[in-house]
Structures are given as C-alpha cells and as structure tokens.
C-alpha cells in the first residue's frame, strides 16, 4: 500500500491525571508478531479517548478530542477493543456537517458534557478481552484476545482509541498476512465497487462485458477497475485532468496499471462526436456499454447515461459535483435506461452475511497480490496527539486533489 505520512454505560469520563497511567504490554496494530502497549489507570480502568461533536458543522469548529474512562466489568455479552487503524471518509464530514442523509443520535454515553456523536464508519480493532468462556454465546466462541474485527454496521463510531462493542456488533477477520491498512480500508470502497458490478446489471455482466464509470481515480474506482480486470469486464474510465499534461498522464498510466481498459479525461469525455465514435470501435462487438458507476453528476452524469447501451444500467452513489443528475426523456423511454441509486449504509445493514463474504473474498484477493488496495494518507494518533491535528486531518477529506484517502494510524493510546 502506498503510505503518506501526514459507547456505554461502563464508560465515564475520567478526571485522574496523567500521572495514573500506566503501560501495559500487547499485540500490535502494525503486525500479529510484535508488541505495543496500551494506556490503563488504577483499579483496571482503561483509559480511552475519542473524537465528538455535540453540534453540526465544519469538523475543524465542532470535534472535539474527549478523554473517558472505561470500566473492567463490561457486560457479559460485550468485548473490549482497541483501534488499529480507522479511515476518514467523505460520508463521515457529511455527517459531521449535518449534511448527509441520515442524522447520527446524539448520546451523553461516554460522559460527554453535551450529548454527542463519535463519527467513523470503517476500521479494524483488536480485541482486548472477551467475556468468561462460561458467560459467552455462540457467536463468540471463536473470538479470543488478539484477533481483529471490524464493525458490522455502520454508525459504529470508529474514530475513538478503545471500544466496548456487543459481540453481534462485529465481524471478525483473518489478520494473516494483512496489514492493518487493508484491513481498516476494506468494509467501504471494495465492497461498494464489488456489490455494484455484480448486482446491478441486468442481466448480471459477463466476461467481456463493458461498464463505464467516472472518478475513477478514487478509491471505488481504482477497487472496480481491479475487479473487472480478476472478473473478465472491460472499462471505461473518466478522470479529471490534473494541473499539468505529465500529471495527467502519469495518473492514466497509473489506472492502466490497475487493469483499466481506457481511461478518459472529462474533457475528451464531453467531446461528443469523437467520444461516440471511439465508444462505437470499442463497445460494438460486446453490445454496447452495459453499466455505468457515477459519483459524480452534472454533465458527467448525462454524458455518461448517453454512453449506455439500450437496457443499460446507470447507478449513483455519490455526486462530487454537487449538481443534479438531470436526464433526457428520450433515454428512458426510446433506451429503455434503468437509473438506481446505490447506498452502502443499506447493503451492509440489511445482510450481514454478505458483508462478511464480500469481505472475506476482498482480503483473500489482497493476500494474493491480486488486488492493492486504495493509496492512503497516515495520520498517526497517540496518546499525546493533539486535538487540532486530528480535526485539520478531518476536514481535508473533501478538499482537491489529495495523495491518498485519510487512515487514522493508533499507535500508543
């Protein structure tokens, strides 16, 4: 991987002072060999911290770094775990801008003075401890002390140091052969681009099959473009041009790399008459363009829906440009276009088992050198990180052209 450097009720706020910690020896985040300490006070509380906020707006005005206090005696049917690595996705600043399409609960649980939210959605976690064998249900009989786990649902709250999670509130993961980065970036990006190739088209793609999708240099894009490669698809690949020729070229062949097909700046993909007759010499023999994947909207969005092939399939799940998908009448009636949201929050809710099986198959793809995944940006979280770089690490998740997708890094907390 490419690398930048850059709750409940036993919960309660502690007031003790630095002084009271103590290290304890335990696995570590970088490695299932090695060793990294956790913090822990008196009396066998650990002492925990995590991002909030209690109101919406920018995450550099409103999180807050909150320290708290968890208790040894944590419910039999619950474990204690400690982050590894959790990633900073554009969901999660919608969320924290009040502007997303679900509202969090806002909850005093962790001793908050006003009611807050933890924000994050994906990461992996290391089990600290587990309930007594004799107390355990079935689901847990497999867990121990040192496995990874990632959340089952989304809301989970993963931008905090220490968890104590419902044994039903994750799935566990083979860390053989992983690194944590893999791990914590899995559950979003791989298995959005995963459910939409295999689910979406009607009937499903074949090999030799084409989909078209734009933002293609993210992390869903780069995570299509090497499944359709493993899967037989070919694609079409829009990107937007960077600031210099050599920059865009560089990002072309780096896509290439990954298995796409074509790749296309916005530009050429709004020449109209030269575009449509490449897509022809391309796509004629395979029956057109069957799929198409867009994150982006506006024009690209109507570009792309004109590209489809009659009984093609376009499915939104972002829209980057924040401009309407506006589309001509004449492609649903004459083509017959189906046009169909994706929300990953749905998918992964809904069906549990699907989400462990997506995982599962992604990582096994990842152990095999078939699939890297997305570049990252480090943002290393210590016990003594400060509250402002963690929000600045924040709040440039939707700004530009960035080096790679924000990970919080936990190291000694």
């Not at 706020?13 to 090695?34: E, I, M, Q, Y």
């Not at 989970?156 to 052969?177: Q, S």
């Not at 295999?198 to 074949?206: E, G, K, T």
């Not at 909207?297 to 489809?308: D, E, F, T, V, W």
């Amino acid at each position: 991987m490419a690398t930048v450097r850059a709750g409940h009720p036993v919960l309660r706020t502690t007031l003790r002072p630095s002084s009271a910690v103590k290290w304890h020896n335990g696995p570590t985040p970088f490695g299932p060999s090695t060793s990294v300490r956790w913090k822990s006070g008196p009396y066998g509380y650990t002492q925990a911290k995590a991002l909030v906020f209690s109101e919406y707006g920018e995450p550099a005005d409103v999180l807050k770094l909150h320290s708290h206090s968890i208790s040894p005696s944590i419910p039999s049917s619950s474990i204690l775990l400690r982050t590894l690595a959790a990633s900073i996705n554009p969901a999660d600043v919608n969320t924290i801008q009040g502007t997303y399409g679900v509202k969090p609960k806002f909850s005093p649980l962790i001793g908050t003075s006003n009611p807050s939210v933890i924000p994050g959605n994906e990461a992996v976690f290391e089990i600290v401890s587990t309930p007594p064998s004799s107390s355990s249900s079935s689901s847990t009989t497999n867990l121990k002390k040192g496995d990874w786990v990632i959340p089952a649902r989304t809301g989970f709250g993963t931008w905090r140091t220490h968890a104590v999670a419902g044994i039903d509130d994750v799935l566990p993961i083979d860390k053989r052969g992983l690194d944590i980065r893999q791990a914590g970036t899995v559950s979003v990006n791989p298995c959005s681009a995963y459910r939409m190739l295999r689910d979406y088209a009607r009937p499903a793609l074949r090999e030799g099959d084409w989909f078209i999708q734009n933002g293609a240099n993210s992390g869903v894009g780069r995570a299509a473009i090497q499944l359709a490669r493993l899967w037989g698809y070919k694609s079409i690949n829009i990107i937007r041009a960077r600031a210099t020729p050599e920059e865009t070229r560089s990002l072309r062949d780096e896509l290439t790399d990954l298995g796409a097909t074509h790749v296309l700046t916005e530009d050429e993909f709004s020449s109209a008459r030269d575009f449509r007759d490449k897509l022809s010499e391309w796509t004629a023999s395979a029956g057109g363009v069957r799929l198409g994947l867009n994150c982006v909207g506006g024009k690209s969005a109507q570009n792309m829906a004109r590209s489809l092939s009659v009984g093609g399939t376009m499915v939104t799940y972002g829209g980057m440009s924040r401009q309407p998908v506006a589309l001509p009448t004449g492609l649903l009636i004459f083509k017959d276009i189906r046009f169909v949201g994706f929300w990953l929050s749905r998918w992964a809710d809904g069906d549990r088992n699907a989400k462990q099986q997506t995982v599962n198959e992604v990582l096994d793809l990842m152990r095999q050198g078939k699939f890297r995944d997305t570049p990252v940006v480090d943002v290393p979280w210590n016990w003594e990180t400060e509250e402002d770089t963690l929000r600045q690490a924040v709040q440039g998740t939707l700004g530009g052209f960035r080096a790679g997708k924000g990970v919080f890094i936990f190291g000694e907390t």
